[in-house]
């Protein structure tokens, strides 16, 4: 086994410290038991008493007591009393009808609709007669309009303007016999001769014959005179 050699003097230097460590130890006790007896081992202290610790340098401790809280001043809130809103009752109102004015009159004629003569009777052959009369500034005419229908009509139309139409006549080349018309007349606002049979024609060629007369003067549209003078001073 090994041995361990420790020195006199350090043997002896640890011995006095053990001895004043116990003795110290010692001292406390004996400072601290008799407040440990007396309050069972604790301290309290009220608030704003003055509390005396034994075993502190010093030994007291005050504490102040507390400061006077103002009470709080209760809030009174207004209360108001808000009376219910009435809607009033939203009237209804039906809305106001209209009458249409009637139309009065009966429809508008294919004469007052169109502008030009019609598809469905086409004019394949005219025989113009013309004898003016310079004298009086008139003249006087007829035609025969070779004209095929080409669909069942009710009328026939063909274009006049500042004419006097003084006789009327529609003949069926078929048979050759004249057909009765119910009427004819002219319908100035669309430049018309408006010629009317008494009954549908069937598809097929009719001629239509116009005796008229007119004026020479005043209008140099259609048939018309021109004067002019000529060097010597005549007119002609």
Known sequence: M????????????????AALSIVCVALLVLLLAPDWRETGGHTSSPVG????LTGFPGGVVTSSPPKNTPKPVPVQRATTTQEPVTTPALKTTEP?????PATTGAPKEPWEREYRIPRSTLPHHYDLYLHP?????????????????????????????????????????ETGNVV???????????QF???????????????????????LEGSLVGFYRSVY??????KR
């Not at 008493?49 to 005396?52: H, Q």
């Not at 106001?96 to 249409?100: D, I, K, P, Q, R």
């Not at 408006?194 to 007119?214: A, Q, R």
């Open 2 to 17: 090994g041995q361990v050699f420790v020195r006199r003097s350090t043997a002896a230097l640890l011995v006095l410290v």
């Open 49 to 52: 008493s003055t509390a005396v």
């Open 96 to 100: 106001a009808t209209t009458t249409e």
């Open 133 to 173: 009369d310079l004298d009086t500034g008139r003249f006087t005419g007829k035609v025969g309009i070779l004209i095929g229908v080409m669909s069942p009509m009710d009328y026939i139309l063909v274009h006049i303007k500042k004419m006097n139409i003084t006789n009327t006549e529609l003949q069926d080349m």
């Open 180 to 190: 009765p018309l119910k009427d004819y007349f002219e319908y100035e606002p669309n």
């Open 193 to 215: 001769w408006v010629v009317n049979p008494m009954s549908t024609l069937i598809p097929g060629n009719y001629t239509l014959k116009l005796d008229f007369e007119g004026s």
């Open 229 to 234: 003078t000529t060097k010597a001073g005549e």
